[in-house]
């Protein structure tokens, strides 16, 4: 991945966070939100946003009220950032997290059935 790409998302990563927490006011999305990786494509056509959400029992309704706010991200970040093209913008659960702790949780029944 090239060295522009790179600062471009790490940018989108900075502004979309940015109004996620700030900007948007919709009551459907609330608790801890975090942006944990942008994709965007060599030619600035599209970006894969990955979220994390913390709170298991909203997470689907959270996600779908954001997708329903893709538009409205998408003018905000063409406001905050400097780029010719603004990417399309499509919005994923980051499950990462989850994966970790069912990991780490296998491994301590492990090392206690050991014991």
Not at 18 to 44: F, H, R, W, Y
Not at 69 to 87: N, Q, T, Y
């Amino acid at each position: 991945m090239s060295e522009r790409i790179l600062r471009v998302n790490s940018e989108i990563q900075k502004a979309i966070s940015a109004i996620i927490s700030n900007e948007l006011k919709n009551p459907a999305i609330k608790g801890l939100i975090t942006v944990t990786k942008v994709d965007t494509t060599t030619d600035l056509d599209q970006s894969k946003i990955y979220l994390s959400i913390f709170e298991e029992e909203t997470r689907e309704e959270v996600l779908n009220a954001i997708k329903h706010s893709a538009g409205f991200i998408r003018r905000e970040l063409a406001r905050m950032v400097d780029l010719r093209k603004v990417p399309f913008l499509t919005f994923f659960l980051d499950d990462s997290y989850d994966y970790g702790q069912k990991i780490e949780e296998t491994i301590n029944k492990i090392n206690q059935d050991r014991k």
